[in-house]
Every structure is written in structure tokens, then in C-alpha cells.
């Protein structure tokens, strides 16, 4: 062999090793991502959801000569074992996985690869990419049950992102049966439940629903909306306020007192067991009004309050109380009035004098909360003084100043002619020698007699007649004095008092819708008779 010849073939076969593919030097190997790279091959890989049963998956295809794609999936997450899913031709860039689990997770990653003859090279793996099918949505939790005063407040925690409504369901047993309470929209997480019956159990769960079906049940919650205290009371007892309540309910977990001064910035200041009926603020303020109300608990939530009630500790007798006025109530009564009542005070004293005030005799007690007080036997015509006194359980104030009245006489023989133009001419004997005046109540008609109301006139002192007009029909006249009135006059004939206004103190006000007056038979016009009115012989 020449020398030429020797040389040729070492250089032929680096020639020939130089040129072979990859392949043909390692058969299915995987190259590296920066192999691949330079290939052109893309990475990019997303999945999404389609429905219950079906993901989707996208990539981008830069790769120039790929033979085609392999698809391999997991069921264990990302880091779990993943297998061959499916294989794909070239320039495929996405890919749908159907026959799926509802509500399961599923990862994949995407490889290209090449064949070249029997031997097979693959790119790197794509990143992974995880999607959970669709389903019915997770059932809500959390559910709570809260009383409120007319209502339950229900709340929940909203576990699903899928839901299209909730819906809110009551039951009187835990075990049901189930009805619905509410339909609502979705990521609602409450919901007031009004009117529900006071002491009844009442249970409530959430259900979540999507176009996949819905979720199974939220756990139970029940309650009851408990009763509201009742009788509630406050009184002194030494240093101290007691607190009394009726236990009304029959379900509830416990009472909160609340306390409030006359600012009625209210704090709770006891919480007591259930069955609890009486509260002892000890040590209050003294000489200042002290108010208080309860409500029964129950799971966190409360009935209404009972009523306020208020007391307050003495520290002293109390203080003497203004004389508001005396005037006369009927013509054997007097009506006196009272105000600037100390807080201290618990009961009242009334003394009268019928002697110019030269004696004075106890005339009765009264509570705190009658104004005015009513002195009843007394003599028509003649004077009577009053003064009041408070008392607490240091003892009694100071008398009040002193008013005085005289009752006056009440009219009689009053008649009522009846005229030819159509009025009334209405009389009576004037029987008193105080009075200021007289008041002639009559009812007032118009529209055909279907729109009637009370009305007055006033007579000077000694009058003894008045004329009413047509469609003014008498009712009953007074003597007035110091602001009241005599007995209402009697008819002619003793025939007894007007029905209606029998008493100064029942007597209509002014502008008081009244009966329309009956029609009277063979006369010209009604005759107005919504009491004993009687036609003159």
C-alpha cells in the first residue's frame, strides 16, 4: 500500500464519524433541555378545565422537525408517578383528556420527539400543569344559628368557588324533614330568618348547587328564640337596687341585666344562670334615678328587653313638691295638681282646710304617678284649700304651697225650645254664687248631619240662657270655676242627667268626633238627640 493510501482511510472514517446523527450514536436518547432548545422546541403549557369529565391542554410548537408529541399524565399530583397518556403528531399543539372523575385533579407535561429510523430521541419534559374537574360545589360549613328579638340570624362559611345559588334549609328536628327556607345567590354567607315562633326549636342547614348537581349538606345548627322577661321591677333595698324579672322562657341559657342612668348609656352589668329571676345592684349612687333591663340569652343571641324600670336610693327625706293648682271637679270635688316631684320621692300626702287655713286635715295618700289627685265629698259653693307633702323613707318634706277653690252649684231646670227658624233656645237656673261662667256643650253637624263633633260656647257669670243655631245640638251646660266645672245641669222636671256627660272628668273635648244626632219624628228637622235630650212641653 502506498503512502498515500495508508493516510486516506483514518480521515475518511473521522469524516463519516463527524457526519453521523445523534441516533446513530445513542438510539431513544433524551436530549437536553438546552439541546432541545436549540431544536427550537417550545415549553410553554397550560390545562383548564372543560366540564365533570374533560381537561383541556395548549402548548406552544417552535420545534421545526419533531416526528410528534407525547402526552403523560398523574393522579397523584404533580410529584407523583406520571404515565404515558397519549401520543400525538407533529405541529399538534393541544390536546383534550375526557372520561375523567368529577372533582379530581389531574397533572400532565407534554415531550416532543423524533424518530429516525428504528431509533428515537425526545426532548425534555414540558413544566407540569394541574387542573381539577368540574363538579357539584363543596359543601358550605360553619353554619350558625343566632336569636335576635323577631328574628334568627343565620351564617356560614362559603367553601366552594363554583356555586351558582345556595340554598338555605329549616327543619323543627335535626333529623328533619327538610324544607326550603331561602334561595339564595352565590357566595352568600347570610341570611335572616324573620318571625319565627318564640320558643320553638328551629334547625338550619346550607346546601351549595351548581349546574353539576350540589353539595352535600353543611353541618346542623338549632335554636330557639327564647321569651322575653316579663313583670320587671326595681325598688330600693338599703344601699342597693333589687331587680326582679319573670322567667318566661323555658329555653333560654342564662339573663343579662343592663343598667343605664338618666343618660341612658346602657352597660351590661350581670349575666346570669338560666331559671334567674332577681338581680341586686348593690352599692348604687344615691339620689340618682337608676334604670334597668333584662333579656333572656340563648346560644349566643337574646330575646327583647323587658320594660325599663327605674329606683333610686335615698339619701334624705325629699324635697317639698310645687303646687301645680287647684280647680274644682264636679260640684263636690276638687282635682289638685302637683310637679317638680323629687326622684326620692315613693308616696304623696294631701291635707285640706276648710277653715281659711286656720286648721288643716290629712285629706289621704296618693302613689307618684296620679296627677292630679282627686278630694271627692266636698260642700258646693264653699272653699277648700289644699297642700301637698312628700315622703321617702328618710320621712316627709316640707308642706307645698297652698291653692284653694270653690266648687260652684251646678245648673238645673234646663230646657231646650225648639223654634221656628230653625235654632234652639237653651235655659237654666243659675244655683251659684262663684262662678265665672258657664260652658253650653253641644254637638255641631254638617253634611246632612253625617260629619258631627263636639263643640262649646262660653256664658258670662249669672247668664242663664243661650241660643243654638241650626244643625247645633245641645249636649249639656256648666258653671266653671278656678279652670273646672260643676255637675252637669239637670233637665226639668228632675228627669235626671245628660248620659253622655255625666262627669266633668268624662266630658268630650272640643273637635271630638260625635254621633250624628237621630231624626226625630213629625218635626221640622232633626231634633239631635245623641243623649236624653227631651223636647220642651
Not at 351558582?164 to 326550603?180: K, T, Y
Not at 291653692?403 to 252649684?409: F, G, Q, Y
Request: hydrophobic share 35%; net charge negative; charged share 15%.
Amino acid at each position: 500500500m502506498s503512502r498515500s493510501t495508508r493516510f486516506l482511510t483514518p480521515v475518511f472514517a473521522l469524516v463519516l464519524l463527524s457526519s453521523c446523527n445523534d441516533s446513530a450514536l445513542a438510539p431513544n436518547r433524551e436530549l437536553s433541555t438546552q439541546a432541545m432548545a436549540a431544536r427550537g422546541v417550545g415549553s410553554t403549557f397550560s390545562t383548564w378545565p372543560v366540564s365533570a369529565s374533560q381537561i383541556s391542554m395548549s402548548w406552544s410548537d417552535n420545534s421545526r422537525n419533531e416526528t410528534g408529541w407525547e402526552v403523560h399524565r398523574s393522579t397523584t399530583g404533580a410529584g407523583g408517578a406520571f404515565t404515558l397518556l397519549a401520543s400525538l403528531a407533529a405541529n399538534t399543539t393541544d390536546h383534550s383528556n375526557s372520561g375523567l372523575s368529577q372533582l379530581t385533579e389531574y397533572c400532565y407535561k407534554v415531550r416532543s420527539f423524533k424518530k429516525s429510523g428504528p431509533n428515537t430521541t425526545y426532548a425534555a419534559f414540558t413544566n407540569v400543569a394541574c387542573s381539577t374537574t368540574f363538579g357539584p360545589p363543596s359543601a358550605p360549613s360553619d353554619v350558625s344559628a343566632v336569636p335576635r328579638p323577631y328574628a334568627i340570624d343565620i351564617t356560614w362559611t362559603d367553601n366552594a368557588n363554583t356555586e351558582q345559588a345556595m340554598r338555605l334549609e329549616r327543619s323543627a328536628d335535626p333529623a328533619g324533614p327538610w324544607a326550603v327556607a331561602a334561595t339564595l345567590s352565590y357566595n352568600t354567607t347570610s341570611y335572616v330568618d324573620y318571625y319565627r315562633p318564640i320558643e320553638q326549636l328551629v334547625c338550619y342547614r346550607v346546601i351549595a348547587t351548581n349546574a353539576y348537581g350540589e353539595s352535600a349538606p353543611s353541618n346542623v345548627d338549632c335554636t330557639a328564640p327564647p321569651q322575653t322577661p316579663s313583670n320587671s321591677a326595681a325598688a330600693a333595698n338599703g344601699q342597693g337596687i333589687d331587680v326582679t324579672w319573670t322567667d318566661a322562657s323555658n329555653v333560654e341559657d342564662g339573663y343579662e341585666v343592663q343598667h343605664a342612668l338618666e343618660d341612658f348609656v346602657w352597660t351590661a352589668i350581670a349575666n346570669l344562670p338560666a331559671g334567674a329571676s332577681s338581680y341586686n345592684h348593690a352599692a348604687v349612687t344615691p339620689d340618682v334615678r337608676h334604670w334597668y333591663r333584662v333579656r333572656a340569652k340563648k346560644d349566643g343571641g337574646f330575646s327583647d328587653f323587658s320594660g325599663w324600670v327605674w329606683a333610686v336610693v335615698a339619701s334624705r327625706a325629699p324635697d317639698p313638691p310645687t303646687m301645680g293648682g287647684v280647680n274644682p271637679s264636679g260640684s263636690t270635688g276638687a282635682a289638685v295638681y302637683w310637679s317638680g316631684l323629687n326622684i326620692t320621692t315613693t308616696e304623696l300626702r294631701l291635707e285640706r282646710s276648710t277653715d281659711g287655713q286656720a286648721s288643716w286635715v290629712n285629706a289621704g295618700t296618693s302613689s307618684v304617678d296620679i296627677n292630679p289627685i282627686l278630694d271627692e265629698g266636698r260642700t258646693p259653693e264653699s272653699e277648700v284649700c289644699y297642700r301637698v307633702f312628700a315622703r321617702n323613707s328618710f320621712g316627709e318634706s316640707a308642706p307645698s304651697s297652698v291653692d284653694c277653690t270653690r266648687p260652684p252649684a251646678h245648673p238645673t231646670n234646663v230646657n231646650v225650645v225648639y223654634q221656628d227658624d230653625g235654632t234652639s233656645l237653651v235655659t237654666w237656673t243659675d244655683n251659684s254664687n262663684v262662678e265665672e261662667g258657664f260652658e253650653v256643650w253641644f254637638i255641631n253637624c254638617w253634611y246632612y248631619y253625617y260629619d258631627c263633633f263636639y263643640d262649646y260656647r262660653q256664658v258670662e257669670a249669672n247668664g242663664t240662657s243661650i241660643t243654638l243655631g241650626y244643625q247645633e245640638y245641645f249636649d249639656a251646660v256648666y258653671a266653671y270655676r278656678d279652670g273646672g266645672y260643676s255637675d252637669p245641669g239637670t233637665w226639668v222636671g228632675a228627669e235626671g242627667q245628660l248620659s253622655i256627660s255625666s262627669s266633668p272628668r268624662v266630658r268630650p273635648k272640643k273637635g271630638d268626633p260625635a254621633p250624628r244626632p237621630p231624626a226625630a219624628m213629625g218635626t221640622k228637622r232633626p231634633l239631635g238627640k245623641p243623649i236624653s235630650i227631651r223636647k220642651s212641653p
